[in-house]
């Protein structure tokens, strides 16, 4: 069982809340995964090799800064998941009074 | 058996179904209604879709693609053959949920590029498919809106995440669909489902407008009833997209005239029989899938291989699909995208902590924080950094098994299918019987899973997994094994 300050500190980290009733279940898994996890600390020959990020390791492509498709004036794209106003996306304020 | 549904006609393979269409387009209403009659049938029971069009409108879809495409039906490669999508691939102007109340009411304004090129085939969307929340489960079960059943037996999952397109194909709803694989998506519902999946090289099938779980390993793949469809569908959505940076630079291959040279010359090959994976199956899956393998070594080369890790593997899938959906999943912030709440008078993380606590559901949550966890101070070198040097290791692991075999083989899942509920008190059992599943993710290889055969009545299955791009002699071996077993458009009989 887990303390229930780790999963404050993982609800503050990752911007969430739990309900009570998932925090009962995470308590209880949280310490089976990190076990899980540290599967990982006896593996023979780690120092030595370099961590694989992308399994295709070719260099990021590049185009011509030009759109391929129309330009979308009318906010298209955003219309409907998004709040418009005059033209903006209305967003919550990002800075105090 | 649904009543006045001509089976015969729902089991057709598509590769037939197109020539009938081509003589007579009207024909495709004729399946359609078919189609339609199953679903009305089996889905209050199976509940593989998330949004059905409605019967009408694919008709009209219909109508208007036999207008458009006179004069050029007989090139069309999907021409009238219905598919079912799963729900995390962008449809234009078709609902688009991820199974999450973040999505439930998100509608696309453009399409993946799969989903372009299926309709510039001819293809009919005819619905989106229930998955586990964001992809992230292995039955179904995580979905925001209900579990999918698995139609061999009503009480057990269909597998996951794509269990609501495998449950489509093997029920009858849809002859073909699309799932998505980040640690077998597409072939662990597949295995539990008794069709045929495949997920492909990372990089053969563009990922644009597949909404990313974990960017670096998940790929969209094909899932059929038997190998030539598969091969069609995997022709369709191959090659390279200037849309998708990781997008390999090659086109696509002709699958099925690829697989029919092969079956035609028959090359001998060295398969590898990975014997940690037998070994650590239940004993029916064991026992069921040695025997199947053993009719492929009547006629190839078999050797055993051995697998050095066993937990460690599972360690480093979870760590880096937690670290990077994390990551991904931070753009669902309720202003873009995601839910939405009333932000008057509330700060930018108010909004986003109650837009977050809200939208996703438990498991997402887990895997969300837990990934945050492995990627902040402290940890990053211990979890994150660590799982990605494992994944070079082994890389090369495998790489140096594939100079000593050109295949290597494994049953798809370890178990049967779990009965719903089953694993609710123990999610690392569950994460464990990943294990087979998830390599070919971790390493960007191609791996088919092939439904071979039945224990009281549940499907099982094999995994093949070979070399990055050489999909055709998966396909050749599916074929080889298909022929052998008759396992081939096989549809459950719903109860």
């Given at each position: 069982m887990y303390e229930s300050s780790v999963i404050d500190y993982l609800e503050k980290l990752a911007l969430l809340k739990f309900t009570d009733e998932e925090k009962k279940r995470i308590e209880s898994e949280i310490g089976k995964i990190v076990e899980l996890f540290s599967e990982l600390v006896n593996v023979e020959g780690l120092d030595i090799v370099e961590p694989l990020y992308h399994v295709v390791e070719i260099e990021l492509p590049l185009r011509d800064d030009e759109p391929l498709n129309e330009i979308d004036t009318n906010h298209e794209l955003l219309s409907g998941n998004a709040v418009l106003e005059n033209g903006y996306v209305k967003a919550p304020k990002t800075v105090g009074e | 058996m649904v009543n006045n549904v001509s089976y015969k006609y729902i089991s057709m393979p598509i590769y037939k179904l197109l020539q009938e269409f081509k003589t007579d387009p009207m024909k495709v209403f004729d399946y359609l209604e078919h189609v339609y009659r199953v679903i009305e049938s089996v889905e209050t029971k199976i509940k593989a879709f998330i949004t059905l069009m409605p019967q009408d409108a694919v008709f009209r879809r219909v109508e208007t693609l036999i207008k458009e495409s006179k004069g050029k039906i007989d090139s069309m490669k999907l021409f009238g053959i219905p598919i079912a999508v799963k729900d995390v691939i962008s449809t234009k102007g078709i609902r688009t949920t991820c199974a999450s109340r973040m999505l439930e009411n998100y509608i696309p304004p453009y399409n993946a590029t799969v989903i372009e090129r299926l309709i510039n085939e001819g293809s009919i969307i005819i619905g989106k498919t229930n998955m586990d929340e964001f992809a992230m489960g292995s039955t179904t079960e995580t979905s925001a809106f209900y579990p999918t059943r698995n139609p061999?037996?009503?009480?057990r999952v269909p597998g996951g995440s794509s269990g609501g397109s495998a449950a489509a194909v093997s029920s009858g709803e849809a002859p073909i669909a699309l799932g998505s694989d980040t640690g077998g998506s597409i072939r662990n519902p597949a295995a539990f489902c008794g069709i045929y999946g495949l997920k492909p090289t990372y990089g053969l099938v563009s990922r644009y407008g597949l909404i990313a779980y974990a960017s670096s390993m998940d790929q969209i793949g094909p899932m059929a009833r038997n190998t030539i469809d598969l091969a069609i569908l995997l022709s369709i959505i191959a090659g390279h997209d200037p849309k998708d940076s990781t997008s390999l630079p090659i086109g696509s291959k002709n699958y099925v005239a690829l697989v029919k040279e092969l079956v035609y010359k028959e090359p001998k090959l060295r398969i590898g029989i990975i014997k940690e994976l037998f070994e650590n199956s239940d004993e029916n899956v064991k026992v069921k899938a040695y025997k199947v393998v053993d009719k492929l070594c009547t006629y190839h080369e078999c050797l055993t291989v051995s697998l050095p890790y066993g937990k460690q593997i599972v360690a480093a899938y979870y760590i880096i699909a937690m670290a990077e959906a994390s990551s991904n999943l931070a753009r669902f912030d309720g202003v873009r995208y995601g839910l939405k709440v009333p932000f008057e008078n509330k700060s930018w993380e108010e909004v986003y902590l109650e837009v977050r606590t809200k939208g996703f559901g438990y498991e997402v949550k887990k895997r969300v924080a837990l990934g945050a966890y492995i990627l902040s101070v402290g940890y990053r070198d211990m979890y994150y950094i660590r799982a990605l040097k494992f994944r070079r290791i082994l890389k090369e692991t495998f790489d140096k098994i594939f100079r000593s075999v050109d295949v290597v083989v494994s049953p798809t899942m370890p178990i049967l299918p779990p009965k719903l509920g089953e694993f609710f008190e123990d999610p690392i059992k569950i994460y464990l019987a990943d294990i087979n599943t998830v390599i070919a993710n971790l390493i960007g290889i191609p791996a088919i899973s092939i439904p071979v055969d039945f224990y009281n009545g549940l499907p099982i299955a094999i995994q093949i997994m070979s070399k990055q791009l050489t999909e055709e002699i998966l396909l050749y071996l599916s074929m080889q094994l298909e022929e052998k077993t008759g396992f081939r458009n096989i549809i459950a009989e719903v109860h």
């Amino acid at each position: 069982m887990y303390e229930s300050s780790v999963i404050d500190y993982l609800e503050k980290l990752a911007l969430l809340k739990f309900t009570d009733e998932e925090k009962k279940r995470i308590e209880s898994e949280i310490g089976k995964i990190v076990e899980l996890f540290s599967e990982l600390v006896n593996v023979e020959g780690l120092d030595i090799v370099e961590p694989l990020y992308h399994v295709v390791e070719i260099e990021l492509p590049l185009r011509d800064d030009e759109p391929l498709n129309e330009i979308d004036t009318n906010h298209e794209l955003l219309s409907g998941n998004a709040v418009l106003e005059n033209g903006y996306v209305k967003a919550p304020k990002t800075v105090g009074e | 058996m649904v009543n006045n549904v001509s089976y015969k006609y729902i089991s057709m393979p598509i590769y037939k179904l197109l020539q009938e269409f081509k003589t007579d387009p009207m024909k495709v209403f004729d399946y359609l209604e078919h189609v339609y009659r199953v679903i009305e049938s089996v889905e209050t029971k199976i509940k593989a879709f998330i949004t059905l069009m409605p019967q009408d409108a694919v008709f009209r879809r219909v109508e208007t693609l036999i207008k458009e495409s006179k004069g050029k039906i007989d090139s069309m490669k999907l021409f009238g053959i219905p598919i079912a999508v799963k729900d995390v691939i962008s449809t234009k102007g078709i609902r688009t949920t991820c199974a999450s109340r973040m999505l439930e009411n998100y509608i696309p304004p453009y399409n993946a590029t799969v989903i372009e090129r299926l309709i510039n085939e001819g293809s009919i969307i005819i619905g989106k498919t229930n998955m586990d929340e964001f992809a992230m489960g292995s039955t179904t079960e995580t979905s925001a809106f209900y579990p999918t059943r698995n139609p061999w037996d009503l009480s057990r999952v269909p597998g996951g995440s794509s269990g609501g397109s495998a449950a489509a194909v093997s029920s009858g709803e849809a002859p073909i669909a699309l799932g998505s694989d980040t640690g077998g998506s597409i072939r662990n519902p597949a295995a539990f489902c008794g069709i045929y999946g495949l997920k492909p090289t990372y990089g053969l099938v563009s990922r644009y407008g597949l909404i990313a779980y974990a960017s670096s390993m998940d790929q969209i793949g094909p899932m059929a009833r038997n190998t030539i469809d598969l091969a069609i569908l995997l022709s369709i959505i191959a090659g390279h997209d200037p849309k998708d940076s990781t997008s390999l630079p090659i086109g696509s291959k002709n699958y099925v005239a690829l697989v029919k040279e092969l079956v035609y010359k028959e090359p001998k090959l060295r398969i590898g029989i990975i014997k940690e994976l037998f070994e650590n199956s239940d004993e029916n899956v064991k026992v069921k899938a040695y025997k199947v393998v053993d009719k492929l070594c009547t006629y190839h080369e078999c050797l055993t291989v051995s697998l050095p890790y066993g937990k460690q593997i599972v360690a480093a899938y979870y760590i880096i699909a937690m670290a990077e959906a994390s990551s991904n999943l931070a753009r669902f912030d309720g202003v873009r995208y995601g839910l939405k709440v009333p932000f008057e008078n509330k700060s930018w993380e108010e909004v986003y902590l109650e837009v977050r606590t809200k939208g996703f559901g438990y498991e997402v949550k887990k895997r969300v924080a837990l990934g945050a966890y492995i990627l902040s101070v402290g940890y990053r070198d211990m979890y994150y950094i660590r799982a990605l040097k494992f994944r070079r290791i082994l890389k090369e692991t495998f790489d140096k098994i594939f100079r000593s075999v050109d295949v290597v083989v494994s049953p798809t899942m370890p178990i049967l299918p779990p009965k719903l509920g089953e694993f609710f008190e123990d999610p690392i059992k569950i994460y464990l019987a990943d294990i087979n599943t998830v390599i070919a993710n971790l390493i960007g290889i191609p791996a088919i899973s092939i439904p071979v055969d039945f224990y009281n009545g549940l499907p099982i299955a094999i995994q093949i997994m070979s070399k990055q791009l050489t999909e055709e002699i998966l396909l050749y071996l599916s074929m080889q094994l298909e022929e052998k077993t008759g396992f081939r458009n096989i549809i459950a009989e719903v109860h």
